[in-house]
């Protein structure tokens, strides 16, 4: 049984204009798998429906086996501690040190104080800034904040954690250190679906790619490279 599957998704924003069309695809528990394609092309609008952020037009979306379409108000927030996402824009509090940004997932779950403080250096440590635990975002680079957004992200255990576009706003060193992470993250059993334009790291991984242009999935290739 696939983790996620998509089937035959239609997304319109508006009458007519299908930024998802007929889309369907599975992702296995495990696998870490790159979606590519122009902006537009639908990229994003596959996270917020994964996240239920959105529901599309038609079509289904499983999730473990279970249609999250039929997941209520109530139970959203419970799904959405299985998927976690790292977004373009780190969506850091600039009041907040590291530690705290981090700790903030774990609180709107209502984790003990004890939880808190033994998960957070946990993670941290596996994003590699047990030493910047103590600093705020200001005092960070690009790369680091985005380490912090994905510490954030790990900090439920997520069985699958989503990266849209993380590379988009940090150099090609610090994105290069990112994608390290989301490898070491993969290894230890958590799927990866990461959005991207980065095409020197999706040629360089030679993972699954899936394409979508103009709202049709066109390629699904493993070992692929971002065209082609």
């Known amino acids: 049984m696939a983790q996620i599957s998509f089937i035959n998704v239609i997304k319109e924003y508006e009458a007519g204009f299908k930024v998802l069309d007929d889309v369907s695809f599975d992702i296995d528990q495990g696998e870490f798998v790159f979606i590519v394609g122009p902006s537009g092309a639908g990229k994003s609008t ?5 996240t239920k952020e959105e529901q599309p037009n038609s079509g289904d979306i499983l999730f473990n086996g279970e249609s999250i379409l039929n997941v209520d108000n109530t139970t959203v927030p419970e799904l959405r501690r299985k998927i976690g996402v790292v977004f373009q824009d780190f969506k850091l509090l600039d009041s907040k040190n ?20 033994s998960i957070v250096p946990n993670v941290l440590s596996m ?10 975002p200001k005092q960070l680079s690009g790369g680091e904040k985005q380490r912090v957004s994905i510490a954030r992200a790990l900090a439920h255990e997520p069985d699958v954690l989503i990266a849209d576009e993380p590379t988009g706003m940090i150099d090609p060193d610090s994105a290069d250190d990112v994608v390290a992470i989301l490898e070491k993250i993969n290894s230890l059993g958590t799927t990866i679906v ?35």
Not at 110 to 117: C, F, L, P, T, V
Not at 130 to 136: A, L
Not at 206 to 227: N, W
């Open 46 to 50: 596959i996270v917020r429906l994964l």
């Open 98 to 117: 590291v530690f705290e940004n981090v700790a903030i997932a774990l609180e709107v779950a209502e984790a003990s104080e004890e939880e808190i403080k």
């Open 127 to 136: 994003v590699n800034l047990t030493d910047k635990m103590f600093k705020y």
């Open 194 to 228: 990461m959005a991207t334009h980065d095409q020197a790291i999706v040629n360089k991984l030679k993972k699954r790619v899936i394409r979508i242009e103009e709202g049709k999935l066109v390629s699904d290739k493993v070992g692929g490279k971002y065209r082609g």
